[in-house]
Protein backbone atom coordinates (compact mmCIF):
# COMPACT_ATOMS: atom_id res chain seq x y z
CA UNK A 1 0.00 0.00 0.00
CA UNK A 2 3.22 2.35 0.01
CA UNK A 3 1.70 4.19 -3.26
CA UNK A 4 -1.30 5.56 -1.22
CA UNK A 5 -0.65 8.92 1.12
CA UNK A 6 -2.05 9.92 4.11
CA UNK A 7 -3.68 12.89 4.92
CA UNK A 8 -4.59 14.00 7.82
CA UNK A 9 -6.49 17.29 9.49
CA UNK A 10 -6.38 17.50 13.41
CA UNK A 11 -8.16 19.22 15.26
CA UNK A 12 -8.62 19.96 19.37
CA UNK A 13 -12.22 17.74 18.88
CA UNK A 14 -11.96 15.94 15.88
CA UNK A 15 -9.14 13.83 14.04
CA UNK A 16 -10.05 13.57 10.35
CA UNK A 17 -8.30 11.30 7.98
CA UNK A 18 -8.45 10.63 3.93
CA UNK A 19 -5.87 8.54 1.89
CA UNK A 20 -4.50 10.12 -1.96
CA UNK A 21 -2.29 8.12 -4.54
CA UNK A 22 0.90 9.55 -5.82
CA UNK A 23 0.11 12.41 -7.68
CA UNK A 24 -3.68 12.83 -7.20
CA UNK A 25 -5.62 15.57 -5.45
CA UNK A 26 -8.98 13.24 -5.05
CA UNK A 27 -9.17 12.42 -1.56
CA UNK A 28 -10.93 8.88 -0.52
CA UNK A 29 -11.99 6.54 2.31
CA UNK A 30 -12.12 10.02 4.66
CA UNK A 31 -13.04 9.59 8.42
CA UNK A 32 -13.60 11.45 11.45
CA UNK A 33 -12.00 10.33 14.65
CA UNK A 34 -13.30 11.40 17.82
CA UNK A 35 -10.13 12.46 19.86
CA UNK A 36 -11.64 11.97 23.37
CA UNK A 37 -11.14 7.97 22.23
CA UNK A 38 -7.26 8.10 22.13
CA UNK A 39 -4.28 9.21 24.15
CA UNK A 40 -2.64 10.45 21.52
CA UNK A 41 -2.50 11.44 17.67
CA UNK A 42 -0.56 8.86 16.43
CA UNK A 43 -2.93 6.30 17.87
CA UNK A 44 -5.53 7.81 16.41
CA UNK A 45 -3.21 7.88 13.31
CA UNK A 46 -3.07 3.76 13.27
CA UNK A 47 -6.49 3.28 14.27
CA UNK A 48 -7.44 4.77 11.18
CA UNK A 49 -4.61 2.44 8.92
CA UNK A 50 -5.95 -0.55 11.14
CA UNK A 51 -9.19 -0.17 10.06
CA UNK A 52 -7.95 -0.01 6.25
CA UNK A 53 -5.87 -2.82 6.98
CA UNK A 54 -2.94 -0.39 5.78
CA UNK A 55 0.53 -1.36 7.15
CA UNK A 56 2.84 1.26 5.18
CA UNK A 57 2.72 4.57 3.00
CA UNK A 58 4.80 6.41 0.53
CA UNK A 59 3.75 9.70 2.58
CA UNK A 60 2.15 11.47 5.07
CA UNK A 61 0.71 15.19 5.02
CA UNK A 62 -0.75 16.28 8.94
CA UNK A 63 -2.53 19.65 9.16
CA UNK A 64 -2.48 20.00 12.71
CA UNK A 65 -4.34 22.95 14.96
CA UNK A 66 -0.68 23.97 16.34
CA UNK A 67 2.57 26.03 15.79
CA UNK A 68 4.35 23.45 13.75
CA UNK A 69 8.07 25.41 14.02
CA UNK A 70 9.45 23.61 16.94
CA UNK A 71 10.33 19.75 17.23
CA UNK A 72 7.77 18.79 19.99
CA UNK A 73 4.93 20.27 19.10
CA UNK A 74 1.76 20.19 21.30
CA UNK A 75 -2.09 20.80 20.32
CA UNK A 76 -3.28 24.56 21.11
CA UNK A 77 -6.84 22.63 22.30
CA UNK A 78 -6.01 19.42 23.03
CA UNK A 79 -3.55 18.04 25.31
CA UNK A 80 -1.35 15.86 22.81
CA UNK A 81 2.35 16.25 21.80
CA UNK A 82 4.03 14.39 19.25
CA UNK A 83 6.57 15.50 16.44
CA UNK A 84 7.09 15.42 13.04
CA UNK A 85 9.39 11.79 13.73
CA UNK A 86 6.99 9.93 16.25
CA UNK A 87 3.77 10.53 13.52
CA UNK A 88 5.89 9.24 10.28
CA UNK A 89 7.35 6.29 12.58
CA UNK A 90 3.69 5.71 13.66
CA UNK A 91 2.22 5.56 10.15
CA UNK A 92 5.40 3.42 8.68
CA UNK A 93 5.61 6.41 5.97
CA UNK A 94 8.44 7.41 4.19
CA UNK A 95 7.98 10.70 4.87
CA UNK A 96 5.91 13.46 6.31
CA UNK A 97 5.13 16.78 5.67
CA UNK A 98 3.88 18.81 8.91
CA UNK A 99 1.40 21.60 8.21
CA UNK A 100 -0.38 24.18 10.81
CA UNK A 101 -4.45 23.30 10.02
CA UNK A 102 -5.16 26.86 8.68
CA UNK A 103 -1.84 26.92 6.60
CA UNK A 104 -3.63 23.62 5.09
CA UNK A 105 -7.00 25.03 4.42
CA UNK A 106 -4.64 28.33 2.55
CA UNK A 107 -3.70 25.60 0.15
CA UNK A 108 -6.34 24.43 -0.47
CA UNK A 109 -8.01 27.51 -1.55
CA UNK A 110 -6.72 27.61 -5.49
CA UNK A 111 -8.85 23.77 -5.58
CA UNK A 112 -11.90 24.90 -4.43
CA UNK A 113 -14.61 25.95 -6.60
CA UNK A 114 -18.64 25.57 -7.67
CA UNK A 115 -20.11 23.61 -4.55
CA UNK A 116 -17.12 23.94 -2.41
CA UNK A 117 -18.39 27.37 -1.70
CA UNK A 118 -20.89 29.89 -1.13
CA UNK A 119 -19.87 33.66 -2.18
CA UNK A 120 -21.18 36.33 -0.11
CA UNK A 121 -20.45 40.20 -2.03
CA UNK A 122 -17.65 41.26 -3.45
CA UNK A 123 -16.10 40.34 -7.41
CA UNK A 124 -14.19 37.19 -8.15
CA UNK A 125 -10.42 37.94 -8.96
CA UNK A 126 -9.43 37.17 -12.29
CA UNK A 127 -5.81 37.67 -11.66
CA UNK A 128 -4.50 36.17 -8.90
CA UNK A 129 -4.05 37.99 -5.59
CA UNK A 130 -3.46 37.70 -1.73
CA UNK A 131 -6.10 35.59 0.03
CA UNK A 132 -7.10 34.89 3.79
CA UNK A 133 -8.67 32.03 5.16
CA UNK A 134 -10.22 32.38 8.88
CA UNK A 135 -12.81 30.86 10.98
CA UNK A 136 -14.14 30.32 14.30
CA UNK A 137 -14.21 26.52 15.83
CA UNK A 138 -12.74 24.77 18.72
CA UNK A 139 -10.13 28.45 18.25
CA UNK A 140 -10.08 30.98 15.75
CA UNK A 141 -7.37 30.27 12.99
CA UNK A 142 -6.25 32.44 10.00
CA UNK A 143 -3.47 31.66 7.23
CA UNK A 144 -2.93 34.28 3.96
CA UNK A 145 -1.59 32.44 0.81
CA UNK A 146 0.15 34.98 -1.48
CA UNK A 147 0.63 34.51 -5.08
CA UNK A 148 4.60 33.85 -5.92
CA UNK A 149 5.90 36.00 -8.98
CA UNK A 150 7.20 32.91 -11.16
CA UNK A 151 3.74 31.31 -10.37
CA UNK A 152 2.45 29.18 -7.43
CA UNK A 153 1.34 30.34 -3.49
CA UNK A 154 3.00 30.35 -0.17
CA UNK A 155 0.78 30.22 2.42
CA UNK A 156 1.61 32.01 5.60
CA UNK A 157 0.19 30.95 8.79
CA UNK A 158 -1.50 33.88 11.49
CA UNK A 159 -2.73 34.11 14.85
CA UNK A 160 -5.77 35.78 15.15
CA UNK A 161 -7.09 34.17 17.82
CA UNK A 162 -4.46 35.79 19.94
CA UNK A 163 -4.99 39.17 19.27
CA UNK A 164 -7.48 41.76 21.14
CA UNK A 165 -10.86 41.80 20.48
CA UNK A 166 -12.47 45.00 18.55
CA UNK A 167 -14.46 46.48 20.28
CA UNK A 168 -16.67 49.33 19.10
CA UNK A 169 -19.64 50.48 21.28
CA UNK A 170 -20.85 50.53 24.45
CA UNK A 171 -22.63 47.32 24.42
CA UNK A 172 -20.02 45.24 23.31
CA UNK A 173 -17.34 46.56 25.91
CA UNK A 174 -20.09 45.65 28.84
CA UNK A 175 -20.07 42.48 26.84
CA UNK A 176 -16.46 41.37 26.73
CA UNK A 177 -15.63 42.64 30.42
CA UNK A 178 -18.60 40.35 31.54
CA UNK A 179 -17.04 37.63 29.63
CA UNK A 180 -13.54 38.25 30.97
CA UNK A 181 -12.09 36.62 34.02
CA UNK A 182 -10.96 38.60 36.25
CA UNK A 183 -7.06 39.77 35.53
CA UNK A 184 -6.96 37.49 32.44
CA UNK A 185 -6.23 38.69 29.27
CA UNK A 186 -9.07 38.66 26.58
CA UNK A 187 -8.53 37.79 23.16
CA UNK A 188 -10.58 37.25 20.11
CA UNK A 189 -10.80 33.58 20.45
CA UNK A 190 -12.65 33.90 23.70
CA UNK A 191 -15.22 35.50 21.90
CA UNK A 192 -15.45 34.41 17.89
CA UNK A 193 -14.83 30.42 18.60
CA UNK A 194 -17.63 27.70 19.62
CA UNK A 195 -16.45 27.83 23.08
CA UNK A 196 -17.00 31.71 22.75
CA UNK A 197 -19.96 32.10 21.49
CA UNK A 198 -21.57 29.80 23.94
CA UNK A 199 -19.87 32.04 27.14
CA UNK A 200 -21.30 34.89 25.53
CA UNK A 201 -24.68 33.44 25.73
CA UNK A 202 -24.32 33.10 29.48
CA UNK A 203 -23.05 36.29 30.04
CA UNK A 204 -25.84 37.63 28.37
CA UNK A 205 -28.32 34.90 29.74
CA UNK A 206 -27.13 33.63 33.01
CA UNK A 207 -30.33 31.76 33.71
CA UNK A 208 -30.13 30.32 29.79
CA UNK A 209 -30.98 26.61 29.51
CA UNK A 210 -28.99 26.42 25.74
CA UNK A 211 -25.71 24.26 26.97
CA UNK A 212 -23.72 24.24 23.90
CA UNK A 213 -22.64 26.43 20.79
CA UNK A 214 -24.85 23.47 18.38
CA UNK A 215 -27.66 24.48 20.80
CA UNK A 216 -27.43 27.85 20.48
CA UNK A 217 -26.63 28.78 16.53
CA UNK A 218 -30.15 26.11 16.38
CA UNK A 219 -32.33 28.32 18.64
CA UNK A 220 -31.27 31.75 17.12
CA UNK A 221 -31.90 30.43 13.97
CA UNK A 222 -35.24 28.80 14.83
CA UNK A 223 -36.81 32.53 15.15
CA UNK A 224 -38.11 31.31 18.22
CA UNK A 225 -35.59 32.32 21.05
CA UNK A 226 -34.66 35.79 20.91
CA UNK A 227 -31.98 35.15 23.38
CA UNK A 228 -30.02 32.93 21.43
CA UNK A 229 -30.12 35.41 18.31
CA UNK A 230 -28.92 37.94 20.56
CA UNK A 231 -25.94 35.75 21.25
CA UNK A 232 -25.56 35.38 17.41
CA UNK A 233 -25.74 38.71 16.11
CA UNK A 234 -23.27 39.75 18.57
CA UNK A 235 -21.40 37.16 17.48
CA UNK A 236 -21.74 37.90 13.88
CA UNK A 237 -20.87 41.48 14.24
CA UNK A 238 -17.29 40.73 15.80
CA UNK A 239 -16.73 38.33 13.13
CA UNK A 240 -17.48 40.69 10.18
CA UNK A 241 -15.41 43.20 11.88
CA UNK A 242 -12.14 40.38 12.95
CA UNK A 243 -12.74 39.62 8.81
CA UNK A 244 -13.06 43.18 7.72
CA UNK A 245 -9.99 44.20 9.67
CA UNK A 246 -7.50 41.49 8.85
CA UNK A 247 -8.69 41.70 4.62
CA UNK A 248 -8.16 45.31 5.20
CA UNK A 249 -4.90 44.39 7.20
CA UNK A 250 -3.60 42.38 4.24
CA UNK A 251 -5.47 43.84 0.98
CA UNK A 252 -6.61 40.39 0.76
CA UNK A 253 -8.18 41.56 -2.79
CA UNK A 254 -8.36 37.63 -3.77
CA UNK A 255 -11.05 37.13 -1.17
CA UNK A 256 -11.57 35.79 2.11
CA UNK A 257 -12.68 32.68 3.02
CA UNK A 258 -14.77 31.72 6.27
CA UNK A 259 -13.45 27.85 7.14
CA UNK A 260 -14.83 25.98 10.57
CA UNK A 261 -17.78 24.47 11.41
CA UNK A 262 -19.70 27.93 12.41
CA UNK A 263 -19.80 29.63 9.32
CA UNK A 264 -21.79 27.11 7.27
CA UNK A 265 -24.15 26.98 9.71
CA UNK A 266 -24.88 30.31 9.43
CA UNK A 267 -25.07 30.83 6.07
CA UNK A 268 -28.57 32.76 5.74
CA UNK A 269 -27.36 35.40 8.58
CA UNK A 270 -23.97 35.83 7.10
CA UNK A 271 -25.89 36.49 3.62
CA UNK A 272 -28.16 39.49 5.19
CA UNK A 273 -26.90 42.43 4.49
CA UNK A 274 -25.68 43.26 8.36
CA UNK A 275 -22.70 41.05 7.87
CA UNK A 276 -21.19 42.99 4.75
CA UNK A 277 -21.87 46.50 5.73
CA UNK A 278 -19.96 45.65 8.85
CA UNK A 279 -17.24 43.67 7.16
CA UNK A 280 -17.08 46.87 4.55
CA UNK A 281 -17.18 49.78 6.89
CA UNK A 282 -13.77 50.96 7.56
CA UNK A 283 -14.15 54.50 7.08
CA UNK A 284 -13.56 56.86 4.20
CA UNK A 285 -11.27 54.07 2.42
CA UNK A 286 -14.53 51.52 2.46
CA UNK A 287 -14.34 51.97 -1.02
CA UNK A 288 -11.21 49.59 -0.77
CA UNK A 289 -13.44 46.33 0.87
CA UNK A 290 -16.38 46.75 -1.83
CA UNK A 291 -14.63 44.60 -4.56
CA UNK A 292 -13.23 42.14 -2.19
CA UNK A 293 -15.72 38.91 -1.95
CA UNK A 294 -16.53 36.88 0.57
CA UNK A 295 -16.68 32.71 0.71
CA UNK A 296 -18.04 30.14 3.23
CA UNK A 297 -16.55 27.08 2.40
CA UNK A 298 -18.87 24.76 2.53
CA UNK A 299 -16.50 21.36 1.30
CA UNK A 300 -16.51 19.31 4.35
CA UNK A 301 -12.95 18.35 4.23
CA UNK A 302 -10.72 21.81 2.37
CA UNK A 303 -7.92 20.47 4.50
CA UNK A 304 -7.03 17.70 2.85
CA UNK A 305 -7.17 19.31 -0.39
CA UNK A 306 -4.20 21.53 1.33
CA UNK A 307 -2.57 18.26 2.54
CA UNK A 308 -2.69 16.57 -0.56
CA UNK A 309 -1.42 19.85 -2.84
CA UNK A 310 1.56 20.08 -0.02
CA UNK A 311 2.48 17.00 -1.05
CA UNK A 312 2.85 17.49 -5.22
CA UNK A 313 5.33 21.08 -3.79
Known sequence: MTDFSLVGDIGGTNSRFGLVEQGSMAVRDMESLKNDNFNSLEAAIQQYLRNRGIASLSALAIAVAAPV????????????????????????????????????????LPHLQGDDLVQIGGQASVSPKLKIVIGPGTGLGMAALAPLPKGGWMALPCEPGH?????????????????????????????????????????????????????????ALSGQDATA?????????????????????????????????????????????????IFEDKGKISEVMKPIPVYVIVDRYPAFKGCAASLLE
Open 163 to 219: ISLPTETRAEFDLREGMRQSGATFTTEDAISGGGLHLMYRTLFPNGALESPEAVIQA
Open 69 to 108: DREHITLTNRDWTFSAESLRVAAAANRIRLLNDYEALALS
Open 229 to 277: AKTLDHFITWLARITGDAAMLLQARGGVYLAGGIAPSIIEKLQADVFRQ
